[in-house]
């Protein structure tokens, strides 16, 4: 009997917000925004980058069916954080200021904002 091998992924130090540069790619040198991070499958949607289409059923009679371009999720490892302070590709470490926890660029030492979810 073969079991699905279950690994836990490391937490994204990628955020919602972000913005990042593409490494990897079609879009490889291209920088965007993060629209959304799904840490279980180590993937990461980009604003405008990796654009596929989809293909849209008609819903009524007499309607045609598109063709939509749509952001496709892309593999994380193949993005880096750009750092607001220096505008380098940098990899993201952490800092403890009293009990905050604070991300910080590795090139220039510069804290790394993270932007609040408004609900």
Aim: glycine share 10%; net charge positive.
């Amino acid at each position: 009997m073969v079991t699905k091998r279950t690994e836990e992924k490391a937490t994204p130090r990628v955020k919602k917000g972000d913005t990042v540069r593409v490494l990897l790619g079609k879009d490889r040198g291209k920088s965007a925004s993060v629209l959304g991070v799904l840490p279980k499958r180590g993937l990461i949607v980009l604003d405008g980058l990796n654009m596929v289409f989809k293909h849209v059923r008609p819903r009524r009679a007499g309607e045609k069916g598109q063709r939509v371009q749509v952001a496709a999720p892309m593999n994380i490892s193949n993005v880096q954080v750009v750092c607001p302070a220096c505008k380098k590709g940098t990899r993201v470490g952490y800092r403890f200021d009293g009990t905050d926890k604070l991300r910080v660029c590795k090139q220039c030492d510069a804290t790394i904002p993270t932007k609040k979810a408004s609900n």
